[in-house]
């Protein structure tokens, strides 16, 4: 199953391509920044999501973090340690897409083969819970 998650609203910066989306998700800043910050001030929330991903996103924009959502964390943190329960890998370009309409491009991105799911798939849908803590 595709997981279905978006991206907070302040994350959003103005890409120097008129063509590109104006209001494009700052994947580093959401990552490095505010997902870490949401999680240490809602820690309990993000343990009920009770397990470890690791999202590796490619291109320009991307990077690999390791998001622990379980007892032993939580915590968000840049790099691949291993251990992670579910991996999902997409592009930055694709990234965008998803967060622009989850749910419906999330199923076309995973169809489509450019959202790959290791591990426990169904640990992706639970993504939407902790994307929502950045809100």
Known sequence: ???AFGARASSRTARANPEEDSMAVDIKKLFNEELPGAIATK?????EIGAKYQLNISGDDGGEWFIDCTDSGPKAEAGNP???DCT??????DFQKLVEN????GMQLFFAGKLKVTGNQMLAMKLQKLFDLAK
């Open 43 to 47: 820690p309990d929330a993000a343990k």
């Open 1 to 3: 199953m595709p997981p």
């Open 88 to 93: 999902i890998e997409m592009t930055s370009e």
């Open 102 to 105: 989850p749910q419906a491009n």
């Open 82 to 84: 291993g251990g992670a």
